[in-house]
């Protein structure tokens, strides 16, 4: 096919351009698609470690809390190998609730500690709070409770929060403050929930 001068003069130009550059055209073409492949592969990766963490959380659902070995290898495994799941910290609070229970709290202060500290999910990390202040008000470490209580949380929790606060106050013997945290906590619980009752009572305790 023969070309006019002025198509000639742009095809000489676009192949002088393409001496001068397209060796990093070609590269940056290169690194695209590599970049491309190793982002699928790490979907792929994600995928797979979150099918394979769900399936052993189901397992560790279907346990008895009482079965304390168990819980512990099942929950060990989901947080050492799929931490960057959101079933790790789910399997990290039913393990310390199963050493609460077995009157191991040191181990069930340590899984309540991680369970907080990598959760994935707001809710869960505000059990985990919870679940820490508790372990902290019982022995009776008041201010690392309330330290951990005004950390961020779901504002959902914002009722057993104010209330997990008036124990720790009421154990501190601050009994102005704790009644302050008790209706707090009643002004954030539903007209139904099953803690409002709890927490009345609790009021009601401190007296006037």
């Known amino acids: 096919m023969a070309y006019d001068l002025e198509e000639q003069e742009q095809l000489d130009a676009l192949k002088a351009w393409w001496n001068t550059h397209g060796n990093n055209v070609m590269l940056a073409v290169a690194a695209l698609c590599v970049g491309f492949a190793g982002y699928q592969g790490w979907k792929y990766y994600q995928h797979k470690q979150s099918l394979e963490a769900s399936a052993q959380y189901e397992t560790l659902a ?10 512990r290898a099942i929950s060990a495994q989901l947080m050492d190998k799929y931490s960057g799941t959101p079933y790790a910290a ?24 991680w369970a907080m ?10 059990i985990a709070q919870l679940q820490l202040a508790s372990l902290l008000l019982d022995e009776k470490k008041y201010d690392d409770a309330l330290k951990t209580l005004d950390e961020k949380h779901d504002p959902a929790f914002d009722g057993l929060v104010a209330d997990l606060k008036g124990d720790v106050l009421t154990a ?5 403050d704790a009644k302050k945290a008790y209706v707090e906590a009643l002004a954030n619980f539903d007209q139904k929930s099953r803690f409002r009752k709890i927490t009345e009572q609790k009021l009601d305790a401190l007296g006037s």
Do not use: C, F, P, W
Not at 90 to 113: C, F, T, V
């Open 117 to 126: 500290a990598h959760a994935k999910e707001d809710s869960i990390k505000t």
């Open 62 to 71: 279907q346990l008895d809390i009482k079965d304390t070995k168990q819980v």
């Open 172 to 176: 501190q013997g601050k009994k102005d």
């Open 90 to 113: 789910r399997a990290a609070l039913m393990a310390a609730r199963a050493n609460y229970e077995a009157g191991d709290a040191k181990s069930a202060h340590a899984q309540a500690e």
